[in-house]
């Protein structure tokens, strides 16, 4: 078996080799560009577990080699026994196991904090209804739009709207020259960090935002490209062309039925459980 930690950046990636046989680390750096993508894929197989570090292109660069590696969820309920035991040493022990009770510690208050924001949600169970009805959006991620936005009715148009939820960029004139900076970080900003997490289901549940994304790829930088389509999600909510979703309490135009109803009858299921009441006569235009 072959373990290999990456350490990545912008333009290339730095590899830790390890094997089961051998105590003896074997590192290598490889550009990240056609030839060296090759050389990396020779160094790889379907025995190799491969750890990357956590940075903005993490997903898709293990989205360039996924398919040649052995897949495994490490943080499963047998793996994480393995992983307290992974070092004889005592002090190493003792620093992993701190750190996996600290992990396991703050799920749970993340899961008793998501419960919490789903039931202090219920109120607005219409506009849940309308947000959830867009693939790509939790009941988690509706509420936290509507925490940001409070009231649809008060913006003046849809460029007012992404403005508010930060994915605009900032604009500064002089004289004859037009400079255009990075997003405008005035507004709020929970709506647009859950939004941005939700981007390839929103991409890939709505033929037009997956034809725009296509296009704006071959000349614009992806974190560019991703903050545009951000800005695209976000004018749907407010006011597209096709339908204006809680101005006019209508669905979205692509939503899918079936896994719509997924998502509220689990929501209500919840309220229920904990016995929060909620409004059940909710009229949406089909």
């Not at 004139?173 to 990075?182: E, F, V």
Request: proline share 1%.
């Amino acid at each position: 078996m072959k373990y290999v930690g990456i350490d990545l950046h912008t333009n290339r990636f730095t590899c830790c080799y390890l094997s089961d046989n051998s105590k003896k680390k074997q590192m290598e750096t490889f550009e990240l560009e056609p030839e060296g993508l090759r050389k990396f894929y020779s160094t790889i197989n379907k025995e190799t577990y491969v750890l990357v570090e956590a940075t903005v292109n993490t997903f898709a660069f293990i989205s360039l080699f996924k398919d040649l590696v052995k897949e495994e969820y490490i943080f499963g309920k047998e793996a994480r026994i393995e992983i307290r035991n992974i070092s004889r040493d005592i002090t190493l022990s003792f620093q992993i196991n701190m750190l996996m009770d600290t992990l396991e510690y703050m799920e749970n208050k993340f899961d008793e904090l998501n419960d919490e924001i789903k039931k202090a949600g219920a109120i607005f169970m219409s506009q849940i209804e309308i947000l959830t009805s867009m693939t790509g959006i939790s009941v988690i991620t509706a509420i936290a739009v509507i925490a940001d936005v409070s009231d649809i009715s008060r913006f003046r148009n849809s460029k007012h709207f992404a403005s508010y939820l930060r994915s605009t960029s900032r604009v500064e004139s002089s004289n004859d020259k037009t400079i255009i900076k990075s997003t405008n970080k005035a507004g709020r900003k929970l709506s647009i960090t859950l939004l941005s997490q939700s981007l390839n289901h929103f991409r890939d549940s709505n033929k037009n935002l997956c034809n725009f994304y296509e296009r704006a790829k071959v000349f614009k930088k992806k974190g560019v490209v991703r903050m545009a389509l951000c800005r695209k999600v976000i004018t749907q909510i407010c006011e597209p062309k096709v339908r204006q979703m809680l101005k006019k309490q209508e669905y979205h135009y692509f939503y899918n039925p079936a896994l719509h109803e997924k998502k509220m009858a689990e929501y209500r299921r919840f309220l229920e459980t904990e016995k929060i009441i909620f409004s059940q006569n909710i009229k949406i235009a089909a």
